[in-house]
């Protein structure tokens, strides 16, 4: 019969074996997987202390609150690649904090929150990957999200303005907003869109989208429609576009700390 002492000792081997398996896998995992383990943990609020986007203001005088529909609308080109630890923690951030302002105003209500994702390449990338593509539509498996968010592919895009004005018609035609929503869209970008009028990038080829949108119509039906609009700013190129959209449609601009990945840079093509 064991004593005491040879139990615990038995014990102590266990767990140290234990221990040299888990850090032996953790060894192994490729990148999803370490960065699935880290978004784990982001809907902790000291990742981000301050809030991202205040939505305090927009529920107060809302007054037929009863629906909320978030959409995020993300620019999934090449040179977004090295930012999207940091979007991904961002996004889920701005979930929690929707979700605890909400807890004023419903108790343990279903399905009051849903969450949509829409990304956006180039003209270039159509026939490669896509032009704009529903990731999910308005969805309440809150859950699910971070899945989505790490199989995204941060590619393509070739020239430094995107597909924007496409992006966001397909936000504005393709989602499933419901009708007494409160609606917000948050974008997430860090290139301006096509026109030389929104920028001042050398090598724009493209003046007009070549699916014949054109940006007051679009911009104006997104304000008709009672789309709150809020753009996650990275850098300051996408200054003089939001300057012009600003004559169209409200605009409020967050610019959190976003951190580059250097090891994860990659060339736009």
């Known amino acids: 019969m064991k004593n005491k002492k040879q139990e615990q000792k038995e014990k102590e081997k266990e767990k140290n074996k ?9 060894n192994n995992i490729n990148n999803n997987d370490n960065e699935e383990n880290e ?8 990742i981000f202390p301050k809030q991202i986007i205040s939505f305090d203001y927009f529920l107060d005088i809302s007054s037929s609150l009863k629906y909320i529909d978030l959409v995020f609308l993300l620019d ?4 977004m690649n ?3 630890k940091d ?13 605890k302002a909400l807890s ?18 180039d003209h270039e990338d159509e026939e490669k ?58 974008h997430i970008l860090d290139a301006p869109c096509h026109g030389k009028k929104y920028h001042n990038l050398e090598g724009d080829k493209i003046e007009n989208c070549p699916k014949n949108l054109i940006y007051e119509d679009v911009l104006g039906n997104l304000r008709k429609k009672g789309i709150n ?11 003089l576009m939001i300057q012009e959209f600003k004559k169209i449609i409200d605009i409020e601009i967050s610019k959190p700390e976003i951190n580059m990945d250097k090891n994860k840079i990659l060339k736009q093509d």
């Open 104 to 121: 004023k105003f419903f108790f343990e209500e279903i399905d009051v929150l849903k969450i949509g994702i829409v990304t956006y390449k």
């Open 76 to 79: 999934s080109t090449a040179s």
């Open 18 to 26: 234990k221990k040299k398996i888990n850090e032996k896998n953790n």
């Open 229 to 239: 609009y809020f753009v996650i700013k990275i850098n300051d190129t996408i200054d």
């Open 39 to 46: 978004i784990e943990e982001e809907y902790d609020p000291k």
């Open 129 to 186: 990957t896509y032009l704009t593509n529903i990731e999910t539509d308005l969805t309440s498996d809150i859950k699910n999200i971070k899945n989505i968010l790490m199989n995204i592919q941060y590619i393509g895009g070739k020239d430094e303005p995107e597909a924007v004005l496409d992006g966001l018609n397909t936000v504005l035609t393709e989602i499933n907003w419901r009708k007494n929503s409160t609606k917000f869209l948050v």
């Open 87 to 99: 979007i991904n923690k961002i996004i889920l951030k701005i979930i929690h904090d929707l979700e």
């Open 82 to 84: 090295c930012y999207s």
